[in-house]
């Protein structure tokens, strides 16, 4: 069964397991993944054997960019929003 800090994704299944904040504003976040998923995930990226390394730098430009687009996103709907009404 899949819940809300789960996705399927590489054939597999990955979990968020804890998000751990920071002092510095920051926050790590510990991820479960099962076999199917390294799986996966190896066969994409053409490893013989899980990379922790591989792993990390792919999460961090995954969370990365989605943090990037719901930043534009938030930018172009205040900017839609002032130009409407602007235009009243």
Known sequence: MQTENQTNLF???L???EVID????SATVVFEADDDFKKGF???YGLKRWSQKK????MNEAIESSI???QN???QNKENHEYKNNKS
């Open 73 to 75: 996103l938030e930018r």
């Open 15 to 17: 979990k968020v397991k």
């Open 11 to 13: 054939g597999g299944l």
């Open 55 to 58: 792993f990390d730098k792919f």
């Open 22 to 25: 920071n002092p510095d504003g």
């Open 68 to 70: 990037k687009y719901y």
């Open 42 to 44: 190896k066969e994409y």
